[in-house]
Nanobody, 124 residues
């Protein structure tokens, strides 16, 4: 069991940056693989990034490689998504998610717990 709360979303101009935060509850945060997903209005939820339990491995969808960085601080029970060089097509509600498995997954069905989401809007 884990509860996730995202924050840090907002409105930013194209080319700008935002840093998203996901605070997790419980004593076993380090046992969860963490991921970020996003969903734009009228579109399917899509994978953005994932990070292993210790932070040693990461994986990104092609559209954000080189621009976004996922990281975690297990001592603070927090996972981050640093978003640079933002584009209008990055506009979406961003969700953090947790899964019990040790391998990185891009499938939303493989994640067990979800936060409430935080809105990111990028203007052109």
């Amino acid at each position: 069991q884990v509860q996730l709360v995202e924050s840090g979303g907002g409105l930013v101009q194209a080319g700008g940056s935002l840093r998203l935060f996901c605070a997790a509850s419980g004593r076993t945060f380090s046992s969860w693989t963490m991921g970020w997903f996003r969903q734009a209005p009228g579109k399917e939820r899509e994978f953005v990034a994932a990070i292993s339990r210790t932070g040693g491995s990461t994986y990104y969808t092609d559209s954000v490689k080189g621009r976004f960085t996922i990281s975690r601080d297990n001592a603070k029970n927090t996972v981050y998504l640093q978003m640079n060089s933002l584009k209008p097509e990055d506009t979406a509600v961003y969700y953090c998610a947790a899964r019990a498995g040790s391998f990185l997954s891009t499938g939303s069905s493989q994640y067990d717990y979800w936060g409430q989401g935080t809105q990111v809007t990028v203007s052109s």
